[in-house]
């Protein structure tokens, strides 16, 4: 009988979207546990999705139907993504955990003013109100943060930035390409740039590393059971779910990550109380924002 009521606890959509969510929040733990510096570590776990998924013969099936236009507009999100993955990586790296995902919870907040502006479409005045109802929850939040994390947290804004923009291009690839062949022109793109641009890596003070046996067993972790397997499990997952229900549900990936860097990490200590009222302000907003755009727009982000 609890076999039987497990199988079907896994069966449902809404729990395979938070155990995808919450294995998304454990990215930034890894990130902290990793010694690499951001762009190698972003480098490898690229390098690794992309060798499984070519490692699949259904991939190059899902790729050969793909127009040349959309496998270049492919590759600038692939560009975006990497960007926004390399930005998140370093705040982490300059903070902590918590403060690096937190950062990213602004990327509603940015998708509110930067969309109208990308999709030629008019404001829409209750999105910009709900995107300045956050503004008190990131004073909050910078003033829980000791003053040699400040840096992390504004690197992670970029990265909120990066990830809006590759949100409102990503929506419309979504539309055309079939998910697989998407999401290996774009991790495809970014592993071959930083793989080419690996000789200028110095000039940014950073390395080429080959990971040690610690660092390359997170990586695995991190590349496999925090990105395919949270991939493939979305995409059984959205068949059934509403957009709502399933944009709702990445929402509460800070939530998670938070809580687990506390735990783990044990980042309570260095952070104050009103750091966790601004995250709370910051994720009431967005979770408030999450219906409106549930009618139109297509849970999309990066793995």
Known sequence: ??????????????????????????????????????????????????????????????????????????????????????????????????????????????????????????????????????????????????????????????????????GIVNKQLTMRVPALALTVIEMGTGAGLLGVLIPAWHSLGVAFVVPGRDDLAWLLILSIACTLLPFALAMVALRKLSTFSAQLAVNMEPVYAVAIASTVLGESRQLQWWFYLGVALILGSVLVNARPRAVDRPCAGPL
């Open 1 to 166: 009988m609890k076999a039987a009521r497990a199988g079907f606890a896994l069966d449902n959509p809404y729990v395979q979207m938070h155990i995808c969510v919450l294995l998304w929040g454990f990215t930034a733990i890894l990130g902290k546990l990793i010694s690499l510096a951001a762009i190698p570590l972003v480098f490898w776990r690229l390098l690794i999705v992309i060798l499984c998924l070519l490692a699949w013969p259904p991939v190059w099936r899902c790729l050969a139907g793909v127009r040349r236009r959309d496998v270049v507009i492919a590759m600038g999100a692939g560009v975006l993504v990497t960007l926004h993955w390399i930005s998140f990586y370093a705040s982490i790296k300059l903070s902590n955990a918590s403060v690096g995902v937190t950062s990213i919870a602004l990327a509603p907040v940015f998708l509110a003013f930067v969309e109208p502006i990308l999709s030629r479409r008019p404001f829409v005045r209750r999105e910009a109100l709900l995107a300045l109802v956050a503004i008190p929850g990131v004073i909050l939040v910078v003033g829980g943060i000791p003053a040699n994390m400040l840096g992390g947290f504004a690197v992670g804004g970029l990265a909120a930035l990066f990830v809006a923009v590759f």
